[in-house]
């Protein structure tokens, strides 16, 4: 089993430019997540999704999109790149979202937006 | 609003013993988890614990008292290999996981 896997590990975009980050896991989780990570700062929720078809908003949502057509994906959208989305991108999946359910997290995405 | 506190950073010494406190004030509590994160890699799920008292796996122990708001990790017989981000992470009342910035431990030999 891959686990989670995303596409791709390094970008550099221009501000204004758009991009979609691509997370997929094999391990037929219900749940998924993506968060950014910065530094000095916990790691902050975007947007989730608890079953194919379904997204909501996490913690710090503007600037981002999502979509969940298959169980197995999740993709994150910039629309229009700026230089505060500078992050490292993880995305997570679990069975569920409640109690004791860990997240298994991809490998990250560093964006650098210019 | 919701806060969890661990400290910036800490070293110790190979085959020594650290402990990695983490404080919390969340709206809710479901549980409170340990992860790992090498440099440049994901976290890793460590330990879980939503009952007081202390939960041991191997070298690395886990301890919550919830009436006081805090947690800490333990670590026992300090390999090279434990040098890492130990991040602290709450779920709230709404499931979801309110994340600490994390301890970066230094091992020296």
């Known amino acids: 089993n891959a686990g989670v896997t995303q596409t791709p590990k390094f970008r550099v975009l221009k501000t204004g430019q758009s991009m979609t980050l691509l997370c997929a896991q094999d391990m037929n989780h219900e749940y998924m997540y993506w968060y950014r990570q910065d530094p000095g700062m916990g790691l902050r929720l975007i947007h989730y999704?608890?079953?194919?078809?379904?997204?909501a908003k996490g913690e710090v949502p503007d600037g981002y999109n999502v979509s969940r057509l298959k169980k197995q994906n999740f993709l994150l959208g910039l629309e229009s790149a700026a230089p505060s989305q500078t992050s490292v991108y993880f995305c997570a999946s679990s069975t569920s979202g409640e109690s004791y359910n860990e997240q298994f997290f991809g490998p990250g995405t560093r964006l650098t937006v210019l | 609003g919701q806060n969890i506190d661990q400290p910036t950073e800490m070293t110790a010494t190979e085959g020594a013993i650290v402990q990695i406190n983490c404080t919390y004030q969340t709206s809710g509590f479901n549980g409170l988890f340990w992860y790992q994160q090498h440099a440049g890699e994901a976290p890793t799920f460590l330990s879980y614990?939503?009952l007081d008292g202390l939960e041991e796996k191997g070298r690395f122990s886990s301890f919550l008292s919830r009436t006081k708001g805090y947690s800490y990790l333990l670590l026992k017989e300090l390999q090279m290999k434990d040098s890492a981000s130990y991040l602290c992470a709450v779920l709230d009342s709404n499931y979801q996981l309110i994340w600490g910035a994390g301890t970066k431990l230094i091992i020296k030999p």
């Open positions: 999704s608890v079953g194919e078809g379904t997204t």
């Open positions: 614990n939503v």
